[in-house]
C-alpha cells in the first residue's frame, strides 16, 4: 500500500474509534438523562409525594448523622472528666517532678 493510502486508511480507523467513543458517552449521557426524567413528578399530586419522601428521608440521614458525631465524639473523649491539662500547666506536682518550666 502506498504511504497516502496507507495514512487515510490509518485517519479512518482513528476516527472510526474517536466517533465510537464519543458515541458510547452519549449513550451513557442519555441514560442519565432519561433517569432524571423518570425521576421528576408528572403531577402536582405526585409532587407532594416525592417532597414528603424526600423530607422523610432528610430526616433520617440528620439523625443518622448526629448519631455518628456523637460515636465519633465518644471515641475522641472516652472519659471527658479525664481531659488533659493545657500545655505548659502545672497541676498538683511540682516543677521537677513532671518536668514543666
Known amino acids: 500500500m ?3 493510502l496507507a495514512k487515510i486508511y490509518y485517519d479512518a480507523r482513528t476516527w472510526q474509534a474517536l ?3 464519543v458515541k ?3 449513550d451513557h449521557l442519555l441514560g442519565k438523562l432519561q433517569e432524571a426524567i423518570d ?3 408528572n403531577s ?4 407532594k409525594t416525592l417532597l414528603k419522601k424526600l423530607g422523610q428521608r432528610k430526616k433520617e440521614l440528620q439523625i443518622e448523622k448526629r448519631e455518628i458525631t456523637a460515636r465519633m465524639r465518644a471515641i475522641s473523649t472516652p472519659n471527658p472528666s479525664a481531659k488533659r491539662p493545657s500545655r ?4 498538683n506536682f511540682t516543677r521537677s517532678e513532671n518536668g514543666c518550666s
Open 24 to 26: 458510547n458517552e452519549l
Open 44 to 47: 402536582a399530586t405526585e409532587k
Open 19 to 21: 466517533l465510537k467513543q
Open 39 to 41: 425521576f421528576t413528578p
Open 88 to 91: 505548659g500547666v502545672c497541676i
Open 2 to 4: 502506498p504511504d497516502g
